[in-house]
C-alpha cells in the first residue's frame, strides 16, 4: 500500500481526486482506492510534527493496512534560486535507482520540472530571510512542516520514503502563516472575516495552488502506476 500524507484538506482533497481515491468512512480524514494495481490511501494529518504523530497513531489504530511506501506530499517552500512556484521538488535519498529515474521518466512525459534535492522541516512558516538562510546552512531544496516526522516513522518501520512537493512559495515569497480550515466557500469565508487582509494575498495565491496540486496530482498518478 502507498500511503500519501498530506497535512491540509487544500492538499489531500485535490489529491485524492486527481488520484480518483473515495472519501473513506471512520474518524480519520483519508480517501482511498486503486491507482492502476497499487492500493493507495491518502491521510489528512494536519501541520507540524505533532499532528503528524497523532494522525499516524490513529491510523495504527483504526488498522489501515501497513505501507510499504510512504509519500510525504503537498506543498513546500521554495529555499534555492531558480525553483519556482508551482514547480515539483522531490526528496528521494533512499529510493531504489528504478524508482528515481520512474519518477524522473514520469515528469518528463507529463512535461513538468521536477527538482530533486534534500528537504529542510522546519517547526513554522518561515520568512523569506529564513529560508534563504536554511537553504545556505542546511543545503536544501525545499522546506515544510512534516517531512522529517514522516520520514523518521518509515524510518522505524523499515518502508519506503519519498518526498514530493508542489512549490507553494518561491524562495522570496511571504507565504501566509495561516489559512481557512477546510477548503469550503464557508470557511474561507468565515477565515477571511477575521483575516480580511489576507484577502489579496489569497487572491493573488489561489491559482498557484491549483495549478500546484492539479501537476503534482498528475506526477504521482503517473509514477504510481509505475512503481
Known amino acids: 500500500m502507498i500511503l500519501v500524507a498530506a497535512a491540509t484538506p487544500w492538499e489531500a482533497e485535490p489529491l485524492a481526486k486527481r488520484l480518483g481515491l473515495e472519501t473513506l468512512p471512520g474518524p480519520l480524514k483519508g480517501f482511498g482506492g486503486k491507482v492502476e494495481r497499487r492500493l493507495v490511501r491518502v ?9 503528524v504523530a497523532a494522525a499516524l497513531e490513529s491510523m495504527e489504530a483504526e488498522r489501515w493496512p501497513a505501507p510499504d511506501v510512504v509519500v510525504s506530499a503537498g506543498f513546500a517552500g521554495a529555499l534555492q534560486e531558480g525553483v519556482r512556484p508551482a514547480e515539483l521538488v522531490a526528496d528521494l535519498r533512499g529510493l531504489p535507482v528504478e524508482w ?32 534563504r538562510a536554511a537553504g545556505a546552512e542546511k543545503r536544501a ?3 515544510d512542516l512534516e517531512t522529517a516526522a514522516l520520514r523518521a516513522w518509515s524510518e522505524t518501520r523499515g ?18 502563516e495561516a489559512g481557512p480550515e477546510d477548503s469550503s466557500l464557508g470557511a474561507t469565508l468565515r477565515f477571511l472575516g477575521t483575516h480580511w487582509k489576507e484577502a489579496p494575498k489569497l487572491a493573488m495565491l489561489w491559482p498557484r495552488q491549483a495549478r500546484g496540486m492539479k501537476r503534482l496530482g498528475q506526477f504521482l498518478s503517473k509514477w504510481f502506476a509505475t512503481l
Not at 43 to 51: D, I, V
Not at 117 to 126: C, I, K, M
Not at 159 to 176: I, M, T
Request: charged letters at 20%; aromatic letters at 4%; proline letters at 6%.
Open 100 to 131: 528515481l529515474q520512474l519518477a524522473q521518466k514520469a515528469a518528463a512525459d507529463l512535461g513538468l520540472p521536477l527538482h530533486l534535492g534534500p528537504f529542510h522541516s522546519a517547526e513554522r512558516v518561515l520568512t523569506p530571510e529564513e529560508k
Open 43 to 51: 491521510l489528512q494529518t494536519g501541520m507540524g510534527r505533532a499532528n
Open 159 to 176: 518502508v519506503a520514503f519519498a518526498g514530493v512537493r508542489a512549490v507553494f512559495d518561491g524562495l522570496d515569497d511571504r507565504a501566509p
Open 141 to 143: 531544496l525545499a522546506v
